[in-house]
């Protein structure tokens, strides 16, 4: 079986309070609450995860929302900004929106797409890049209207110190195309380099490094569709002298992770099985979810995760 890298799978990243953070990403952003469960290594935390309708791979953004950790910093060595794709034409919907929610947004443009480039609730960089070429629906029930709702992932832009080592592992082990460059932003696409399918590197010498907390990217996560696929992207990774993990199971999908050359946690993720393996595709992110090994702990985990609630009006941790 051949390496495949296809795309962006997921980005996980670290807010504050739960609460905070679906009533951005759910209730500005319009995202999907596609499943609540808890992080596998501190199950006192939550890991909330979002995306289209059904949490396909390169829709989801997830989050620990670690209530007593303080605000990161956002510098080299780690993802610098995560972009969601929406069609071009809602570019002022969003500019608005944004406006309404209390945010700043500020509009660039990027190899020609228009893009609004703003800080969420707790200060971690987002954008929405306006596209003309997403086939991806958005959410259909989302309170955002369907025709603005966003696709899923743009790009992720990686923070780098330099840019050659982090080029050479993306164009030989992950198979790559360098595209576009323009001053200290050189574009990466797998595939037809469709959103979804884009990693910018940004070359920031004196950028110091950045360092874990609140409103920064844990890591990022790339597709290979098939765990074949995956265990073959392994051992390219391995080849290329980096020390990827084993491959762990996460429930619904199965992950690897390293460091790249830059410095940046990256994860392999398989598409399968998918959100839906454990709950009804309609009902996803409506209850608790535990790893088997915690289900005996369920009643005592229940008792010390924060509550949340969703405008639907269900709740966590019950
Ligand atoms: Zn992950």
Redesign the pocket.
Known sequence: MQQNVTGL??V?AMSSHPQRNVDFYHGVLGLRLVKVSVNQDDPDTYHLFYGDGKGTPGSAI?FFPWMNMRPGYVGARQVGVTAFSVPKTSIPFWKTRLEEAGLHPQQEERFGDPVLLFSDPDSLLLEIVGTTNDPRPAWAESHVPQEHGIHGFHRVDLWEKEVGPTREFLTNVFKATQAEQDGDRTRFVFGDGLPGQVVDVIELPGRPSGHMGVGTV??V?FRTPTPENEIATREAVVASGLQPTEVID?FWFK?V?FREPGGVLF?L?TDTPGFDVDEHAEKLGEKLILPPWLEARRSLLEKSLVHFELPNGVSFPV
């Open positions: 799978h997921h996980t997830t844990h890591h996560a996460r992950s992770y994860e993720a």
